[in-house]
Every structure is written in structure tokens, then in C-alpha cells.
């Protein structure tokens, strides 16, 4: 089964732009084609930002976008904001299951 | 609007059976959505997808847990479960029910969880 890579950490500035990528180590590229995306703060339960690789659930701001190419699915953040801080984890379907990514926890600096 | 409410012993003895049940209200479990599932998240790790059931009753598990998972839908009682045999200090968890509601694609498209329920295997 594979398995998906997220850099365990990242951060920026408030206002900058942090982006944050999802590699697996599958060979079979579709499995990009329906990434989604999650956002979790402390304690929080996790709340799905993206779908699809690049679409937003209706209430997401637009600062969240994300892109898939052939070899991984990254999610950008513009205009970082302190409320930005949190864990974001990637998840796709393949193989008849679910993966998720290991998580990347986001610093506002 | 869906909500999830996840119930369970919360104390488990290692080599014991986890019962957990997910109470859905806001709508009926035989409509849409198409997918239920469970998530868990051991303290201070990441996430983990357990299972998901289709309305069909077709049933998806995680390969590493699957010799140890059930999951199934009672529509008599609006609800679904998660049944987990022979638990390990290793499964201690929060677990959340999960659906996809409203974007229900070819990915994991979870936009409503519970807000999940404490398991801890100790004896």
C-alpha cells in the first residue's frame, strides 16, 4: 500500500505565502487526481479544506488553493494569518482505502 | 445538517473487544450521503483511517487493521459501527465518525466529523 510524505513542519510570516506538498510513494499518478486536504487546530477536529486536488468546500477562504502535478499535491496558503496556525494533513483513496499524510504542523511566525 | 455522535466504553483491557457506535441526526442513514467511516488519531499523532461502509454495505478497511475490523450500519437505529477485536495499548485513540456529506467524490471528501470519543487500552 502507499504511503503519503508531508514535511513534518513549515512555517512563515504573517502575509506571506507557505506552501505545503504531499508526495506518495505509489508510482500509479492518479492517485493526485483526488487529494483532499485538512486542517486541524489544537483540540479541534479536523475540518476538510480541499477536495478533488484543487476545489474548495463552500466557506473556505481563497486563500487556500492547492495543485496536483505527476509527482506530488501541494497545498499553498497566501496571506498567511496567525488563525492559519495548525496541522494540515493530506489523505487520498487508493488501493480500496484511505491514506493519510503524516501531517505538517504550520507556524505563523 | 448531518451530526455525528460517537459513544463508547472509553476504558478497554488489551486483548479485548472495542464496541463503538456512531449516532447519526439531521438525516436518515439510508440517504445521502453515500460514505461512513472512522477515523482515529492516537494522542499527539496524525491521523488514521480505520473504515468506511458505502450505503450498499460495501465495506473498505485499513490493510494493517483489517484482520481486526468490522464495520457495519444499523438503519433501525440510524447509527454505524466500528467493532475492533483483540485491541493493543497501540489503539489508544480518539476516534471519530466521519461522512461525506456534501462532496462526495473519488477521494476521502470527510466534511462532517464527530467530535470523536477517547479510547484507551490499559489493563
Known amino acids: 500500500q502507499s504511503a503519503l510524505t508531508q514535511p513534518p513542519s513549515a512555517s512563515g510570516s504573517p502575509g506571506q505565502s507557505v506552501t505545503i506538498s504531499c508526495t506518495a510513494t505509489?508510482?500509479?499518478?492518479?492517485?493526485?487526481?483526488?487529494v483532499s486536504w485538512f486542517q486541524q487546530h489544537p483540540g479541534k477536529v479536523p475540518k476538510l479544506i480541499i477536495y478533488d486536488a484543487t476545489k474548495r468546500p463552500s466557506g473556505v477562504p481563497d486563500r487556500f488553493s492547492a495543485s496536483k502535478s505527476d509527482t506530488a499535491a501541494s497545498l499553498t496558503i497566501s496571506g498567511l494569518q496567525a488563525e492559519d496556525e495548525a496541522d494540515y494533513y493530506c489523505s487520498a483513496f487508493e488501493s480500496r482505502s484511505v491514506i493519510f499524510g503524516g501531517g505538517t504542523q504550520l507556524t505563523v511566525l | 445538517q448531518l451530526q455525528l455522535q460517537e459513544s463508547g466504553p472509553g476504558l478497554v483491557k488489551p486483548s479485548e473487544t472495542l464496541s463503538l457506535t456512531c449516532a447519526v441526526s439531521?438525516?436518515?442513514?439510508?440517504?445521502?450521503?453515500?460514505?461512513w467511516g472512522w477515523v482515529r488519531q492516537p494522542p499527539g499523532k496524525g491521523l488514521e483511517w480505520i473504515a468506511s461502509i458505502r450505503q450498499d454495505g460495501h465495506t473498505y478497511y485499513n490493510w494493517s487493521l483489517k484482520s481486526r475490523v468490522t464495520i457495519f450500519i444499523d438503519t433501525s437505529k440510524n447509527q454505524f459501527h466500528l467493532i475492533l477485536s483483540s485491541v493493543t495499548p497501540a489503539d489508544t485513540a480518539l476516534y471519530h465518525c466521519v461522512t461525506e456529506a456534501n462532496y462526495g467524490s473519488r477521494g476521502f471528501e470527510a466534511d462532517i466529523w464527530g467530535q470523536g470519543t477517547f479510547v484507551a487500552v490499559s489493563s
Open positions: 505509489s508510482s500509479d499518478i492518479s492517485v493526485y487526481d483526488y
Open positions: 439531521g438525516g436518515s442513514i439510508s440517504g445521502t450521503p453515500y460514505f
